[in-house]
T-cell receptor, first 116, second 114 residues
Framework: DADVTQTPRNRITKTGKRIMLECSQT?????MYWYRQDPGLGLQLIYY???????NKGEISDGYSVSRQAQAKFSLSLESAIPNQTALYFC???????????????FGEGSRLTVL | GQQVMQIPQYQHVQEGEDFTTYCNSS?????IQWYKQRPGGHPVFLIQ?????EVKKQKRLTFQFGEAKKNSSLHITATQTTDVGTYFC??????????????FGQGTILTVHP
């Protein structure tokens, strides 16, 4: 089984619908991240969390929200999906004792979202 | 905000040729990481460089971190078809309130023709 699991792996939805992408990990890491990947743009950070009570906005948080339900779970929500949120979404985890060093990121398999 | 630029965006090589991708940051970095993403896959960590001027090798891959800690490169010697994929650099800004935010470059897509 994968250490970082994302569900769903693929989702097609319509404009205005609420969507939740879920991420769970068995690595025991405190830090979790949500990235968005678009062709030619690399990976852009949406939200990141150092622990259950510490959640921070990334580069492109507008239109997204997150919930850290437990150390092992980090969910990304699109309250009202729009077509330009069509992308590949990755969850990642890391473990570092230093606040300014992420350490190695371990990525999930990705969730491909299409908003019509 | 911090920007990490990576060039080239695409590179086509014949198997056996060398390949280099370059990464430049608008700000000084505390460290830089490199990832590889195979087609249809997820990014996988390759290495992290921390020291100014650091050079590390992994078999046919050579990674360098610039003296000013604002640029980095990945060089692959004698490419193989298994090297196909997208290579990303990702940096953490030194100081400030970045608090471990890893900013990715746009990636270089490598195609290797047999």
């Amino acid at each position: 089984d994968a250490d970082v699991t994302q569900t769903p792996r693929n989702r097609i939805t319509k404009t205005g619908k609420r969507i939740m992408l879920e991420c769970s990990q068995t690595k025991g890491h405190d830090r979790m991240y949500w990235y968005r990947q678009d062709p030619g743009l690399g990976l852009q950070l949406i939200y990141y969390s150092f622990d259950v009570k510490d959640i921070n906005k990334g580069e492109i948080s507008d239109g997204y929200s997150v919930s850290r339900q437990a150390q092992a779970k980090f969910s990304l929500s699109l309250e009202s999906a729009i077509p330009n949120q069509t992308a590949l979404y990755f969850c990642a985890t890391s473990d570092s004792r230093w606040r300014d060093d992420t350490g190695e990121l371990f990525f999930g398999e990705g969730s491909r979202l299409t908003v019509l | 905000g911090q920007q990490v630029m990576q060039i080239p965006q695409y590179q086509h090589v014949q198997e056996g040729e060398d390949f280099t991708t370059y990464c430049n940051s608008s700000t000084t970095l505390s460290n830089i990481q490199w990832y590889k993403q195979r087609p249809g896959g997820h990014p996988v960590f390759l290495i992290q460089l921390v020291k100014s001027g650091e050079v590390k090798k992994q078999k046919r891959l050579t990674f360098q971190f610039g003296e000013a800690k604002k640029n980095s490169s990945l060089h692959i010697t004698a490419t193989q078809t298994t090297d196909v994929g997208t290579y990303f650099c990702a940096g953490t800004r030194a100081g400030g309130t970045s608090y471990g935010k890893l900013t990715f470059g746009q990636g270089t897509i490598l195609t290797v023709h047999p």
